[in-house]
């Protein structure tokens, strides 16, 4: 049987995207490649194939002929999630407890530790090439490097982030370097300097140079779009501007009715109240409505061009034979950001109009409560807004065209999927250290059209935030900062109500009870300490 890709064109910086022919459905021979994409701060319903109205051409071609799951998970916020994704583990497991901040306990170190093996390691003893542009943000100290931990060529930040157009930081007179394997590179002011472009140029010449070997590749695209500061280039912004004047309200309900029509969502995921802290739109006042509809206008342009650059190297792979014989997976590594760069004294003081490179920015609180549309809460939090991502997954020499997927994910399941695939094996020791076994579960009998059996229920937890994942239900609390204490354990029925807006702990105690020793099981086994007696040290 042939299958026969699409033979639309997108834009993509100049370049379409080539037609595809012949195809096999069989599971391939070969290796396939394998580039697993991340972006940044982006919420559940930020692409136009999860129900957005920001342009995503590339992605939203990716969905059509792959698979969209609707239930995946990340684990609330940069470092947890980009530790867990590349080791398989809980982030505690892996040394990345809270951030890359060395608290004092072997879970809490702040970096990859040397009892984890990353993807890049993983698939190098598979017989890959390996490479990674984009953000690390799971260690500083020199030793923990990508190019330490398995990856053959390097392009990035090993920090956080910064300007876009710039290398400086979050706070004045801090330079943020780039790194070129294991050499700094900066970039004058003016330049024409884009990270995200930057990132994608360098792909790229990873991708030419993996093609022309005989082993397949892996390479770790890991984006710093759409995070603050909303910076954007002037075309890309000009496309927004004043299409979201109708407001945030609005906007939720828009997306919210795509995502009914498109099927991400059905009608038990009820579209939760207004966050709290925003205010209706209606009361804003015109004049802070301009300023509203800017920052959500180069928020859209930023996730814009990320999708621009992931049509060039969609086109890279088809110009060169490659795009069928290669596994393309994209997910976010948390929800929607509320934080305000505004009124902090770590943070850039500048005035430039938001946007351009002398600005420094933020969409906050209310826009990040559309980009998590349906949901509550944001990133850093626990409940589904801060943890549901889009999810894609491209391979049609294994996946369903148009498929679309209810079945929970996570990511310590992309390690798994990947030793699958590339017909591996997860290792029991590296450097001398035991490693310990995978937590998740391979993918590939989702990407086959088949039911996945997890065996054991799934966790969170990050700064005393706290969930558990069991089958249908899910056990979550809050921590409240304010007060310093853990809120109540809250109970909800995920298959009746994913929105998290009937908690059911005093109809269900047996269950709630059975859920809270799931955690305290688990959180022992992963080394979580607990945030009071953590805070103390």
């Known amino acids: ?52 109205e920001i342009q995503t051409p590339n992605l939203d071609r990716l969905a059509s002929q792959g698979i969209r799951m609707t239930q995946f998970y990340n684990a609330s916020r940069s470092c947890p999630t980009r530790a867990s994704l590349l080791t398989g583990l809980y982030q505690h497991q892996a040394g990345v407890g809270d951030m890359v901040n060395d608290r004092g306990y072997p879970a809490y170190q702040g970096y990859l530790n040397d009892k984890c093996v990353t993807l890049a390691e993983a698939l190098k003893l598979a017989g890959y090439n390996t490479y990674m542009s984009g953000k690390w943000h799971v260690g500083k100290r020199e030793g923990v490097h ?207 109009e938001t946007g351009t490179p002398d600005s420094f920015d933020a969409y906050e609180y209310p826009w990040a409560n559309a980009s998590n549309t349906p949901f509550r809460m944001f990133k850093h939090w626990v409940h589904e807004g801060g943890i549901s991502t889009p999810f894609i997954a491209f391979y049609p020499q294994m996946i369903k065209e148009g498929s679309i997927s209810t079945q929970t994910g996570h990511i310590i399941d992309i390690m798994p999927t990947l030793v699958d695939v590339a017909g591996g094996k997860y290792p029991e020791e590296l450097r001398g250290n035991d490693i310990p076994p995978m937590e998740g579960t391979s993918l590939l009998p989702v990407f086959r059209g088949k039911t996945l059996k997890r065996k054991v229920p799934l966790f969170w937890e990050h700064e005393g935030n706290r969930a558990v994942r069991d089958g249908d239900w899910k056990l979550v609390s809050a921590y409240d900062y304010s007060k310093k204490q853990f809120k109540s354990w809250e109970l909800y029925n995920i298959k009746t109500d994913r929105s998290e807006l009937k908690d059911l702990s005093e109809e269900f105690p047996e269950q709630k009870e059975k859920m809270i020793m799931q955690f305290n099981i688990w959180s022992e086994r992963a080394g979580v300490v607990p945030k009071e007696i953590l805070d103390k040290k």
């Open 1 to 52: 049987m042939k299958k026969r890709f699409h033979s639309e064109f997108v834009p993509a910086i100049g370049t379409l995207l080539l037609t595809i022919t012949g195809c096999s459905t069989e599971k391939a021979a070969e290796k396939p490649n394998v580039i697993l994409i991340l972006a940044d701060d982006m919420g559940y319903s930020d692409l136009g194939c999860f129900g957005s």
């Open 146 to 352: 990508p190019l330490d931990r398995g990856f053959d060529r390097f392009f990035g930040l090993i920090d956080g982030g910064g300007s876009y157009f710039r290398r400086i930081a979050y706070r004045p007179n801090t330079p943020v370097p780039l790194w070129t394997n294991e050499r700094e590179e900066y970039f004058p002011p003016d330049s024409g300097f884009y990270l995200t472009d930057a990132i994608t140029d360098h792909a790229l010449e990873y991708i030419r140079e993996g093609v022309g070997q005989q082993k397949p590749f892996f390479l770790y695209l890991a984006f710093t779009a759409p995070h603050w500061p909303l910076h954007a280039l002037p075309e890309d912004i000009e496309r927004y501007r004043g299409k979201y004047m109708s407001g945030w309200d609005e906007l939720r309900e828009e997306r919210y009715a795509r995502m009914l029509k498109m099927g991400i969502i059905d009608t038990s995921m009820k579209l939760t109240p207004r966050d709290e802290r925003v205010r209706e739109w209606e009361s804003v006042p015109d004049d802070k409505k301009q300023l509203w509809d800017l920052r959500m206008a180069v928020y859209a342009a930023m996730i814009d061009r990320m999708d621009q650059n992931i049509g060039r190297v969609v086109n890279s792979l088809a110009e060169a034979g490659e795009l069928d014989k290669t596994l393309i997976i994209f997910l976010s590594d948390n929800g929607g950001c509320h934080e305000s760069t505004k009124g902090q004294a770590a943070f850039l003081k500048v005035t430039g």
